[in-house]
């Protein structure tokens, strides 16, 4: 079992639609919780970071962390064209390998005009 | 300034070549980081430098040599690459190497003929 799984998509969807992206991990030391956004050809831009269980909201996006069910997720309301790309989860153990991002495959995200 | 700057974007080299990657941050941030993309692959780690000093090697082969010459400042020299390495390669930083979120920058597109 990988340590961090994510649906690599395609993911398809109307413009205005609520997307929702997940991530499940199986290491319980995952305790720091990023979503970046990777265009093509470009480097990972940082979307949101989060430590906690719950919600946080920054603006269309909400990140949502629940730590019993080591599930992780990305919402994106009223999705926007520019909003097309590679999404990807990374995590952060409280171990050892505390400096190491441990990425989801990605998933691609298309939203059509 | 809140970005991580690479140079060049693009590099073609031949598998006799010596040449370096550049990138430079000016967040006050003490860890820096190499990564290699390849495609529809996520990031994988190379080297971790904290204030300055090499800490991590992920058993990365010698014709990588990185090179932190001061906090702002990170190098990758390459030399004798092989075509398996073309790849997209990412820096990033972090304010410390631990726990903390990582910005990346936007790449330098390898190819070695």
């Known amino acids: 079992q990988k340590e961090v799984e994510q649906d690599p998509g395609p993911l398809s969807v109307p413009e205005g639609a609520i997307v929702s992206l997940n991530c499940t991990y199986s290491?319980?030391?995952?305790?720091?919780f990023m979503w970046y956004r990777q265009y093509s050809r470009k480097g990972p831009e940082l979307l949101m970071y989060?430590?906690?269980?719950g919600n946080k909201e920054d603006g269309r996006f909400t990140a949502q962390v629940d730590k019993s069910s080591k599930y992780i997720s990305l919402f994106i309301r009223d999705s926007q064209p520019s909003d097309s790309a590679t999404y990807l989860c990374?995590?952060?153990?409280?171990?050892?390998?505390?400096?190491?991002?441990?990425f989801g495959k990605g998933t691609l995200l298309t939203v059509n005009p | 300034d809140t970005e991580v700057t690479q140079t060049p974007k693009h590099l073609v080299m031949g598998m006799t070549n010596k040449k370096s990657l550049k990138c430079e941050q000016h967040?006050?941030?003490?860890?820096m980081y190499w990564y290699k993309q390849k495609a529809k692959k996520p990031p994988e780690l190379m080297f971790v430098?904290?204030?300055?000093?090499?800490?991590i090697n992920e058993s990365v082969p010698s014709r990588f040599s990185p090179e932190c010459p001061n906090s702002s400042l990170l190098n990758l020299h390459l030399h004798a690459l092989q075509p398996e390495d073309s790849a997209l390669y990412l820096c990033?930083?972090?304010?410390?190497?631990?726990?903390?979120?990582?910005?990346f920058g936007p790449g330098t597109r390898l190819t070695v003929l």
């Open positions: 990033a930083s972090s304010q410390r190497s631990s726990y903390n979120e990582q910005f």
């Open positions: 290491n319980s030391a995952f305790q720091y």
């Open positions: 989060t430590y906690s269980s």
């Open positions: 990374a995590m952060i153990d409280s171990g050892g390998s505390n400096y190491k991002l441990t």
């Open positions: 967040m006050g941030h003490r860890a």
């Open positions: 430098y904290s204030y300055e000093k090499l800490s």
